[in-house]
T-cell receptor, first 110, second 112 residues
Framework: DTAVSQTPKYLVTQMGNDKSIKCEQN?????MYWYKQDSKKFLKIMFS???????INETVPNRFSPKSPDKAHLNLHINSLELGDSAVYFC?????????FGPGTRLTVL | SQQGEEDPQALSIQEGENATMNCSYK?????LQWYRQNSGRGLVHLIL?????REKHSGRLRVTLDTSKKSSSLLITASRAADTASYFC????????????FGKGTRLSVIA
């Protein structure tokens, strides 16, 4: 059984479009995260949610809007996509210090 | 801000050799973790070492932590081709569920 799943795995879209990435975890964890990994493999935190509430927003443009309908889901909606948004986006969850990552969504903005 | 810095950026060894990767960080930490990422995949947790620990083992993995030097090392003994991956250190400054700050990773290639 997949612990943390993301859809889609690949997303190719034009500049200016709006897109969403979905994340679900079946581990029963209270805390979920979105990370962005750039082309140089640098992984950086974007958002952190605890029990559906936003805890951390790390200077991410407000074109990015996370939504947590319940504590098992944390979706990421991106408005007006830009070329610089191209990256791999990882969802993760944690219950203690250890984080469990999803497989990633590779977003390519043309 | 970027916290961990892995060294070397890339490492290529023969199967059966040991691989050592180092990580340095800048601020006080609660614990330090090492993760592995296979190409095109998500990160997988390998081992966690707390700030009051100096060494930890898990199978073929050995991690050391020197808080006075703000550095850690990951040793993989008797490497296998399947160990080929990128390895990241990650730190957090607080206990509980806080985001991790990752380094840029070391790309390890184990040649059969």
């Amino acid at each position: 059984d997949t612990a943390v799943s993301q859809t889609p795995k690949y997303l190719v879209t034009q500049m200016g479009n709006d897109k969403s990435i979905k994340c679900e975890q079946n581990l029963g964890h209270d805390t979920m995260y979105w990370y962005k990994q750039d082309s140089k493999k640098f992984l950086k935190i974007m958002f952190s949610y605890n029990n559906k509430e936003l805890i951390i927003n790390e200077t991410v443009p407000n074109r990015f809007s996370p939504k947590s309908p319940d504590k098992a889901h944390l979706n990421l909606h991106i408005n007006s996509l830009e070329l610089g948004d191209s990256a791999v986006y990882f969802c993760a969850s944690s219950q203690d210090n250890t984080q469990y990552f999803g497989p990633g969504t590779r977003l390519t903005v043309l | 801000s970027q916290q961990g810095e892995e060294d070397p950026q890339a490492l290529s060894i023969q199967e059966g050799e040991n691989a050592t990767m180092n990580c340095s960080y800048k601020t006080s930490i609660n614990n330090l973790q090492w993760y592995r990422q296979n190409s095109g995949r998500g990160l997988v947790h390998l081992i966690l070492i707390r700030s009051n620990e100096r060494e930890k083992h898990s199978g073929r993995l050995r991690v050391t932590l020197d808080t006075s030097k703000k550095s850690s090392s990951l040793l993989i003994t008797a490497s296998r081709a399947a160990d080929t991956a990128s390895y990241f250190c990650a730190t957090d400054a607080n206990s509980g569920n806080t985001p991790l700050v990752f380094g840029k990773g070391t790309r390890l290639s184990v040649i059969a």
